[in-house]
């Protein structure tokens, strides 16, 4: 389905998003504004990662980085999923990844977390979205938030740190089944409450990322994580802002992912996408989904790919181009403009 | 297809690899020598890990300790992926995952690798192999050998150590193709001499571990593992000792696993086995695949899983249970033994 009339890009994002006409498929990458950008180190500088995502001006400065800087045609708001979570009183330190002090066992502590209202714990997260909406408003370009899905929090808050394959957490669901489901609803609550927070602010797409979820075999995913994404799509309404849900490494879940509401499957790397298209393309737009590591191929490499997703993701309603994951700290800016260029032109834009 | 008449362990395993008829699916599990058992702890006392792994009467020992003390019906060498790589000429150090002193980046470093013999280079594996076939024949059971595949060794060769997703390694597919190629030449000698070696020493199944192949997207696993995995097979032969293949974390590359000559793909706890089954069951047996963490589950809910794997595994021409990755370091010994009680029972044996 395409239209010869230029969209605007955030006219071309949302139509993708909910499955409209575009003239070609919209761009940006998971992570775009990141360490791979020498202009982001030197406005990160130094600081401790969480107080730099506190920084409203910085944080400005650096979300809109990747739209002159490699020719993204979307922002997203620069911040980490762990932003909203020292509110329900657990302490955290990022070093470099979240460490949880006293990692969640038992059901008295998921009791004794608070269930804050973010517009007052986290204020700064709106004012950011608010300042970027009105430099995009003359650009015309669309301004994406985000949270940490429920389950991919409860990882780090049960296991206390990142894990290739996170036991400590896997375990409970089979051993504590009851703390897990507490703690999920907890984590459901003040997610649904962020995202609908910043859709008030001025985000116009809102992506969930559950990073962790594909450690679940299918039956798992199904009882314990789909539900959790189906409550945080339906409460949201996509009508506000279309829904987006990347799940890390789940090739097996892809068709239990269609089952969620949300508008958009964002897909990890390992999914083929020309046949997730096939199966799925008239029920949700894709998402993705080039291997970040393929950024350092040679920028014939990168054209000849994006080409090819390009083309799969025609049997898709709608098809976002995007990474299958975040842009990685040593990938070369080359490598990421070869990536939008291609994308651009491969709907015939030169 | 059963059998009725009782099979000694060892004709068990072998028949179901091989998709001939048994009386009920043998069971076994990986890691089962290992830190979860306190009698391993023990003996491990505080020796490093390689120096562990070359003491022949301990290693011996442990192996042998799953028989006894949970009821496994097949022995595996007790010893580590890593411990043929040194003769390569490779400086590597365990704290506690493999760490390479000098990570591999270069077509120089690869022409550089030495080829050893390992029967010269790491004859102790041999000589465990050996008297453990000794053990094990007066009960009639099963000695398994293994190795880690090229592409998992070259991970952690490129990578200098391990992660949860290997960028490093990654990136080399894209963007220095020849060096990884000539790398995954160099380790697949390596691999088929050493389990060639390990059948001569007295292995009756050998299984090639996978770990990392399942970090890529299934074109890329075709181009660059499945032929790797192809050539061992065609190499070793499966007249003298059945193959068995594992990838981690590969539900979307099984059907590409079946394609590698394999006589038993052995599934990540993700992969459906019921669906898998049904796809591939009549070319290849199975193996697996609960996940290592529903060890912490109650008895009854362990029991419970395992007759939904039995049920599922009757599809395939041949079904070894096991898990679906190595048994954990905190997993209840309980577990395991309800995990092989209940495999045993659900075949009707009492």
Not at 186 to 213: H, K, N
Not at 215 to 244: F, T
Request: charged fraction near 25%.
């Amino acid at each position: 389905m395409r239209v010869l009339k230029p969209l605007s890009p955030r006219e071309r994002l949302l139509r993708a998003c909910r499955g409209e006409p575009v003239d070609r498929p919209p761009v940006w990458l998971m992570r775009q504004a990141g360490r791979y950008l020498p202009e982001y180190r030197r406005v990160r500088g130094d600081i401790p990662f969480l107080e730099f995502c506190r920084s409203i001006e910085r944080a400005v400065e650096v979300s809109l980085q990747p739209v002159d800087l490699v020719g993204s045609e979307a922002v997203i708001l620069f911040s980490d999923i762990f932003v909203p979570v020292p509110s329900l009183g657990v302490e955290v330190d990022f070093r470099p990844g979240p460490v949880v002090a006293q990692p969640i066992r038992s059901l008295a502590q998921v009791e004794k977390l608070r269930a804050p209202d973010p517009r007052e714990s986290v204020p700064f997260v709106f004012e950011i979205l608010r300042r970027l909406r009105r430099e995009l408003d003359s650009r015309e370009l669309p301004l994406i938030g985000f949270a940490g899905a429920p389950f991919t929090l409860a990882a780090y808050l049960v296991e206390g740190h990142g894990s290739p394959q996170f036991p400590v957490l896997r375990r409970m669901l089979y051993a504590a089944p009851d703390v897990l489901r507490a703690l999920l609803a907890r984590l459901t609550d003040l997610v649904v409450r962020y995202l609908d927070a910043q859709i008030e602010a001025g985000a116009q797409v809102v992506q969930l990322f559950d990073t962790w979820a594909g450690l679940l075999p299918e039956a798992e995913y199904r009882q314990w994580v789909l539900p959790v994404h189906r409550e945080i799509a339906a409460k949201l309404g996509s009508a506000r802002a279309p829904l987006v849900l990347f799940v890390g490494g789940g090739p097996h879940l892809v068709d239990a992912m269609a089952e969620s509401g949300a508008d958009v499957l964002s897909l990890d790397w390992r999914v083929d996408l020309a046949s997730a298209a096939q199966r799925l393309g008239s029920r949700v737009s894709l998402q993705g989904n080039l291997d970040p590591c393929a950024l350092s191929a040679p920028p014939d490499d990168i054209a000849r790919r994006v080409r090819e997703l390009v083309a799969a993701g025609r049997a898709a309603r709608g098809h976002v181009l995007n990474l299958g994951h975040g842009v990685l700290p040593d990938t070369p800016v080359e490598g990421v403009r070869a990536f939008v260029s291609a994308a651009r032109e491969a709907g015939g834009e030169t």
